[in-house]
């Protein structure tokens, strides 16, 4: 502890100096093994980001602080090379060709594979990338850095859970892909801390996927995380602390404006209105006249009571090293954020460690874990009824929200919703959860050529939460009273284990090579949970929240699942001199989830690759250092459909009771239970077939490169309820496999490098573009979602886009009594929306509505811009969609012209006369169809934001060199900085209201924060 507190002072001395070592200029020049200048070849002082390239001579320049510095030399395609600069001023460096650093290795399901030969459509994203993004979900560092990737925010609360789709939304389901993190299966990553990952692989299309067989259908993620190395003991710190606030807020009226138009709408609908006071008993105080409306001077801002400025810090501890035969990691985190909605925060706090070894030469052992405790508080949203959010917004400003001096909220007193305020402070809920994933394995090589991998990993989650709802009582209405506690906790746990096991075989045969992966794995998983609840504390007083302090009586409910899944699983890679590439795969899936008739399932894929640079006819276009063509075809799968599907269940509902006994005799009840649904032993998987064509290129030595995809992915078999006649008596509709679905798009991606001097930069900018179609529901009705007060909102229907806007499309406003008279709207007035009359009939009714928007964008794009000088170092990084709408349900109730929401300031301008508005109805209590689900609440949602901002300072090694300190940097940033956009909301980054069903809905959504960041990292 002494000598790391004697280097925290040594640094701390240092950057307070102002003396700086006199500089050491190098000279020299880097030509190849042939004597050839290497043009544009990088030369960086090790352990700073201070560096410079060659000229078109291979000649550079470069000043080092003192003669203990090291250069590192690196050319695209070549072997790096170290030198110390000890007593020499010129440095002359020839760089040998490296086949293997043309050929990064990236990950590919169950193994590796050489860049050069993947003939998937497979995306990496590495740990430097993901560093410079500080998200606060693992998912984030995904977001805008791959094609055909979107990523999106369901919602800005601490913890948020992110929306990722992999080339389109494949089913009416679950869309989300497979996470595979060090091996291990599993549906999310919310317990993994993104510093702890070292790279992401996105397996986008069928033949790269199919490996994953019956759960690959939409895309699988391949996580690893960091590990150790053969090198001395290394410690890293970082931390970061932010500093959150909403970016934007809209302009709702203040009370007296409030007032106004409350009285013109009751004057149009020829009534008066008063404000309220109502005579009520205080406990303690004599009855009294309670004003509970206020005034109308008096306004409320719900919406600045309810929102705040808040923190987010992060810390990050890890040590890694080893040696030739073992290597180790161990790295912890705490995470803790406020939401800048009061009553909202996050906090994660997780533990990784990994151990690799060779304990003999033919035998390799391993074992890697994380822990993780997340805790959560939250306030309830994508409700129309409770949404804290929407509800700050359109409670009326006259109703004050408290009152000292009787210690009670007041009711809202023009609509049916209640006390935001109230709520967020009676809402008691919290939700603690741990896991613990860990996998471990054991590797020997044998006969030259083979190699057999065999691993056993486990899951196991437990969640608690807990809740308590105390006795409320509000001042003026008396709706939302409640003269008892109640005390609920909810809990879960689910266990899952796998084994898998992987026999490999490599052989080279003269200009052929070959590589046989066969496989064999079993998986399981079970799930149970218990719901308690139990009124009548005796006191409220935390301490004493326990249900044996409850007198009331007591309801408990639980159940369990379970389901497995066997295996069997093979690929082959075939390449000719590196020019001619082959990949096919197949595997076989068994489910429980599926009935006997079909339980198994196939997968199988194919890829080709023709690598076209390595043959002799393209030796004259020196302009090209890359140029491989891809196709592939495969077939995977989506089991998502919940355990037991297949077979007919039983209903058990108080509903059925029934009261037997008497008149003479005691009475008693007997629960029944009545048919839930049907059994179908047909049922099977969704099958999604998927044909990609590839091209990968670089130009100019690599300083341009990218790739372009195209692809059809089609879903078929989709299981969709199929609806029965209500006569039958189920309760609810039984899977079918009847739907269809189709995705087909292209995908972009180019990057620039380049080095001007010490200046280096390179901007990457990827782009994908998707066109989504529901291609049948078999014999199924239309999917309606998004209800809003029983109006759906979207209709999912053949020859559409998923989650597509349905409703009446709006024409002005009728100004006078002939219009009126002259349109098709029966009991329409002057002041009243116009809508058109779409199929002629002379009348408007539901057969007028129409497809008004489409969520879905026509693109999704990301910019990466990175530069360094000297210590210097600056990263931006761009993001947003383009063709998408929003369905702004929030200017629902803002524009709603009869009920006595609080209102946008917008409808201060409603018609109150021929000419005054063709935008805003009249205000009147009597609505006619003025607040139906209609276009002019659909709005252009694409947007282009600043998503990350970082800029950062690395001090020299000279100063800290002599510390043991291998790095120093300092950092500011931030996130969500800037966001240009037409839409009106609060966020135009719209994930789901529910599901993939009703996307693009914004009912109040949480918007996400601004956070503006400093940080360091030191590594020692």
């Known amino acids: 502890m002494s000598k790391l507190l004697n280097k925290i002072l040594f640094l701390i001395l240092v950057v307070g100096s102002q003396n700086l070592a006199a500089q050491i200029e190098i000279t020299g020049k880097i030509t190849d093994e042939n004597g050839e200048a290497l043009i544009g070849a990088t030369i960086v002082v090790k352990g700073t980001v201070s560096g410079t390239s060659a000229d078109f001579d291979g000649n550079y320049v470069i000043e080092v602080s003192d003669k203990n510095s090291i250069l590192a030399f690196s050319f695209v395609g070549y072997l790096g090379q170290e030198i110390a600069v000890g007593e020499n001023t010129i440095l002359n460096v020839t760089l040998e060709l490296d086949r293997t650093k043309i050929d990064e290795v990236i990950v590919v399901g169950y193994g590796v594979q050489k860049k050069s030969d993947v003939t998937g459509a497979i995306v990496s994203v590495k740990s430097d990338e993901i560093s410079k993004t500080v998200g606060l979900n693992a998912a984030s560092a995904l977001q805008g850095k791959a094609a055909g990737v979107a990523v999106t925010s369901n919602s800005g609360t601490p913890g948020g859970a992110l929306k990722v789709r992999i080339r389109g939304i494949g089913t009416i389901g679950d869309s989300n892909p497979l996470y595979v993190v060090d091996g291990f299966p599993t549906s999310d990553i919310d317990y993994l801390n993104p510093g702890d990952i070292e790279s992401m692989e996105v397996l986008k299309d069928a033949s790269a996927s199919a490996i994953y067989g019956a759960r690959g259908a939409n895309g699988v993620v391949l996580i690893t995380t960091k590990s150790g190395g053969n090198q001395e003991a290394k410690i890293s710190f970082s931390a970061y602390y932010g500093v959150q606030s909403i970016t934007k807020t809209l302009d ?26 109502t005579t009520q008993a205080i406990v303690g105080v004599d009855t009294i006249t309670i004003p509970y409306a206020g005034d109308s ?25 080893g040696n030739e035969k073992t290597q180790y990691f161990l790295g912890g985190s705490i ?45 309830t949203e994508r409700s129309q009824y409770y949404g804290i959010v929407l509800n700050s917004l359109r409670t009326d400003p006259l109703t004050p929200s408290y009152n000292d001096s009787l210690g009670r909220y007041y009711e809202p007193a023009y609509q049916d919703i209640g006390n935001p305020v109230a709520n967020v402070e009676y809402d008691n809920y919290r939700n603690i959860y741990y896991r613990s994933v860990n996998n471990a394995y054991a590797k020997i090589t044998f006969l030259d050529h083979f190699s057999f991998r065999s691993s056993f990993g486990f899951d196991m989650s437990f969640s608690t939460s807990d809740d308590y709802d105390p006795e409320r009582y509000f001042l003026g209405a008396t709706k939302n009273n409640r003269a008892y506690n109640t005390l609920y906790k909810y809990q879960s746990q689910v266990q899952s284990w796998l084994n898998e096991n992987i026999l490999n075989y490599s052989r080279e045969i003269n200009d052929h090579s070959f590589t046989a992966m066969a496989g064999f794995t079993m998986q399981e998983t079970t799930a149970s949970w218990t719901t ?15 249900f044996d302090a409850a007198t009331g009586e007591a309801r408990v409910s639980g159940s369990s699942s379970s389901n497995a899944m066997i295996s069997y699983l093979g690929r082959l890679n075939y390449n000719y001199k590196g020019k001619y590439l082959l990949t096919t795969s197949v595997r076989v899936d068994g489910s429980s989830r599926f009935g006997a008739e079909n339980r198994y399932g196939v997968f199988p894929s194919i890829s080709l690759g ?52 008497g008149p003479n005799s005691a009475q008693y009840q007997v629960y029944g239970a009545s048919p839930d649904n049907f059994g179908n032993p047909y049922l099977k998987w969704e099958t999604v077939e998927s044909t990609n064509f590839g091209v990968d290129f670089g130009i100019f030595d690599n300083r341009v490169s990218g790739s372009m995809e195209y692809y059809i992915k089609n879903t078929k078999d989709m299981l969709v309820r199929e609806p029965v006649p209500l006569y039958v008596g189920f309760s609810s509709n039984p899977y079918a496999n009847i739907g269809e679905m189709q995705n087909k798009g292209f995908e972009i991606s180019l990057t620039y490098k380049e080095s001007i001097g010490e200046f280096n930069y390179d901007v990457t900018l990827n782009a994908a573009f998707n066109k989504n179609e529901l291609v049948t529901l078999g014999k199924g009705q239309p999917i309606t979602a998004g209800s809003l007060l029983g109006q759906s909102i979207c209709k999912n229907d053949v020859g559409h886009s998923i989650g597509s806007f349905y409703g009446y499309v709006t024409d002005g406003i009728f100004q006078n009594d002939e219009e009126v008279m002259a349109g098709a709207q029966s009991g329409a007035r002057p002041g009243d929306i116009r809508y058109l009359d779409l199929n002629g009939d002379g009348s408007i009714d539901d057969n007028d509505r129409t497809y008004i928007g489409n969520p879905q964008p026509k693109v999704f794009y990301g910019i990466n811009f990175n530069a360094s000088y000297k210590g210097f170092d600056l990263y931006l990084f761009f993001q947003g969609s383009y063709g998408n709408d929003v369905f702004n349900a929030t200017n629902w109730y803002l524009w ?51 998503k990350n901002f970082q800029i950062g300072y690395s001090l020299p090694q000279s100063l800290i060199g002599s510390a ?47 956070i503006i960041q400093v940080g360091a990292k030191i590594v020692f």
Request: proline share 3%; charged share 25%; no cysteine.
């Open 252 to 277: 709702i009226m203040s009370g007296p404006e409030y007032y106004q138009t409350m009285q013109e709408m009751y004057e149009n609908a020829g009534l008066s209105f008063n404000l309220k006071e």
């Open 297 to 321: 001077t008096l306004t409320t801002n719900w919406f600045d009571l309810l929102t705040r400025v808040a923190p987010v810090v992060n810390y990050e501890l890890s040590v890694a090293g």
């Open 335 to 379: 995470m803790q954020q406020e939401g800048t909605v009061v009553g909202s925060s996050y906090d994660r706090q997780t533990l990784r460690y990994k151990i690799d070894t060779r304990a003999k030469e033919w035998l390799e052992l391993g074992y890697n874990g994380n822990i993780s405790r997340n805790s959560r508080t939250r306030v």
């Open 532 to 546: 308690m609840e139990k009124d009548s504390l005796a006191k409220d007083i935390e301490i004493l929240r326990y």
């Open 610 to 661: 023709w690598n076209i640079l390595r043959e002799g006819f393209m030796e004259s276009v020196p302009l090209l250092s890359r140029l491989k063509i891809r196709t592939g075809w495969g077939q995977i799968g989506n089991d998502r459909i919940g355990n037991y599907s297949y077979s007919a269940g039983v209903n058990f509902d108080p509903a059925n009771s029934y009261i037997l006994g």
């Open 896 to 946: 709603h012209t009869s009920a006595g929401y609080n209102r946008s300031k917008e409808l201060l301008n409603s018609w109150d006369g021929e000419g005054s508005s063709d935008k805003f109805p009249a205000l009147n209590t009597k609505d006619h169809k003025n607040n139906v689900i209609s276009d002019r609440y659909v709005e252009d949602g694409s947007y282009l934001r600043l």
């Open 964 to 1010: 043991g300190l291998e790095q120093v940097r300092v950092y500011v940033g931030g996130q969500n900085l800037l966001t240009f956009t037409k839409y009106t909301g609060l966020d135009p980054e719209i994930g789901n209201l529910y599901s993939d069903l009703s996307a693009g809905v914004d009912l109040g959504t949480y918007p996400q924060p601004r």
